[in-house]
């Protein structure tokens, strides 16, 4: 629902540019008449796409999203996520935690194999851990198994994790791609033959690798050895196409089962259409967008100033208009869907005079105030240029930066901005992971770009690490999360969510919560199924 503050839509319109808003808050176009409802190719296998080839798929080397989805196919861990981001077994059958929260200890499933024939045991465990911590490999994802003091074996089926100190969303680390479990002699037998792993994996998980063609598709075959459930389909293939309109085009004579995201753009007209509009949906993403406020510059060392800003934007309407309203208005960083989200915590409301009030107090109408912005998507170049209008209005000059990414992130690093555009996905999802890395105190310079220094933030945040009853943790988390939204170290925007479409003919197709949260399992073509 839109704001009931008096900021007319026709006003709206007129301080900001871009034809994508005049789109995006137009609504309606089901004038389309484009083919649509056509049938599969191949009823046999799931087709797919991403616009960007895969760096690797080798778990120790993964960092992006769409690797650490296809490694989630080819590999399993001891634990994994389901489509609502709670944790299920894997490999591991069963598991204890003891001594305050510092022994993990896994017994692995009996019928737990590798796709090569071999059954996985504790060993394999604990390979593949050191492979990630050993220096010599400088993996990225090294963070996800760090707090790991030491490993034991009692047999086989057996392995204890032992921490150094307990950390609460220790567990969800667990379901991340670098914990996944590799087959020493498989790598080993990559490294003799000098082909990267992530060129040839093989794993445990319900889909095996078959086939990779650089820039045009992977194919996957199922895994009927795999000891979870097993796929519905007999071949998942994810091909390649750089150009999202490209794919569009392929979804509607029927080469592609579902667009995911759906472009921005395109959203009118696909969630008006009289046909596709029943096959369009709406997820929600564990993500924060915001606008990252430099704490150590005069006047914002101030919370009040800061918080000046928040009530001079009216949220809502911003996010109809550039983003077709795919998202949740934010009450802090933590995303709805995890502990600690505040949801009756109430609103900043717009209020123009009050950010007046405040920020006449300071210097700010006697200078320019820089925002950078990192180069990419046009849906955050629109906000920047509504923001910049709106505080026009304020008296304040504002001068966007739109960097290209290597000079926006040197930038943020070395605090050379008044403010930032910001958005940050789920690594895991944890309420931790929206709080320690981007607002504790001993991060300032690595994840906590705002330089936020706080001591009851910080108390607050390590409390709820060390917490391991879940009611108590939550309760800390809230806490942290809203006195985050107070003193306004970054004003938040929205929580982004984003729309897909699938085909009719296309059943048990959804977006999990966390990227690595699915595995295609439930998926099935149904031909009968087209209207």
């Known amino acids: 629902m839109l704001s009931s503050i008096p900021l007319s839509r026709r006003h709206f319109l007129s301080v900001s540019s871009g034809a994508a808003l005049w789109t995006a808050c137009g609504g309606d176009d089901s004038s389309y008449s484009g083919s649509f409802f056509s049938p599969s190719p191949d009823p046999k296998i799931l087709v797919l796409y991403d616009m960007n080839d895969p760096p690797t798929l080798d778990p120790a080397r993964s960092w992006g999203v769409f690797d650490g989805t296809l490694i989630g196919l080819v590999f399993s861990k001891l634990v994994c996520f389901d489509s609502k981001a709670a944790i299920q077994p894997d490999l591991a059958s069963d598991w204890t935690i003891d001594e305050g929260g510092k022994r993990y200890t896994f017994r692995l499933h009996p019928a737990a194999r590798f796709s090569n024939g071999r059954p996985i045991i504790a060993d394999d465990v604990k390979y593949s ?261 709106l505080w026009k209005k304020l008296g304040i000059r504002v001068r966007l930066q739109q960097l290209e990414w290597v000079t926006y992130r040197k930038y943020l690093r070395e605090g050379n901005f008044d403010m930032a555009w910001r958005n940050w996905y789920a690594d895991y999802p944890d309420g931790d992971n929206f709080l320690y890395p981007l607002f504790h105190s001993s991060q300032v310079g690595s994840g906590n770009m705002s330089r936020f220094r706080d001591a009851e933030a910080d108390a607050l945040i390590e409390r709820s690490q060390r917490e391991l009853d879940s009611e108590k943790r939550r309760a800390l988390l809230e806490q942290a999360n809203e006195l985050l939204y107070r003193k306004t170290p970054a004003i938040f925007m929205w929580h982004q969510a984003k729309y897909a479409v699938h085909q009719p003919w296309l059943e048990g197709y959804s977006e999990p919560l966390i990227f690595n949260g699915t595995r295609y399992l439930k998926e099935r073509i149904v031909e009968t199924a087209l209207p």
């Open 129 to 389: 851990f050191e492979r990630v911590l050993d220096p010599r490999m400088a993996s990225s994802s090294q963070w996800v198994l760090e707090r790991i003091k030491r490993m034991e074996i009692a047999d086989d089926r057996t392995i204890t994790l032992v921490l150094e100190e307990p950390y609460a969303p220790f567990l969800g680390l667990l379901a991340m791609p670098a914990a996944s479990i590799v087959p020493r002699e498989e790598v080993e037998r990559c490294e003799r033959e000098g082909v990267p792993f992530g060129e040839r994996p093989l794993g445990g998980g319900p889909w095996i690798f078959q086939e990779w063609k650089h820039d045009r598709h992977l194919l996957f075959h199922r895994n009927d050895n795999y000891c979870g459930v097993k796929p519905n389909m007999a071949k998942l293939k994810m091909r390649i196409i750089g150009n999202p309109f490209t794919a569009v085009a392929e979804f509607e004579i029927g080469n592609i089962a579902a667009i995911n995201p759906l472009p921005l753009p395109e959203v009118p007209r696909w969630i008006h259409h009289p046909q596709w509009k029943r096959y369009v949906e709406l997820y929600p993403l564990l993500n924060i967008d915001m606008l990252v406020i430099n704490c150590e510059r005069p006047p914002f060392d101030n919370a009040e100033t800061r918080r000046a800003f928040a009530h001079s934007i009216e949220t809502p309407l911003v996010l109809q208009c550039v983003r077709a309203g795919a998202g949740t208005i934010s009450r802090g960083p933590i995303p709805p869907g995890l502990p600690g989200y505040s949801e009756n915590l109430p609103l900043i409301p717009y209020d123009l005079d009050k950010a007046q009030s405040i920020i006449q107090k300071t210097n700010l109408r006697d200078r320019i105030l820089d925002i950078v912005f990192p180069y990419n998507e046009d849906y955050i170049r629109s906000t920047g240029e509504v923001i910049q209008a």
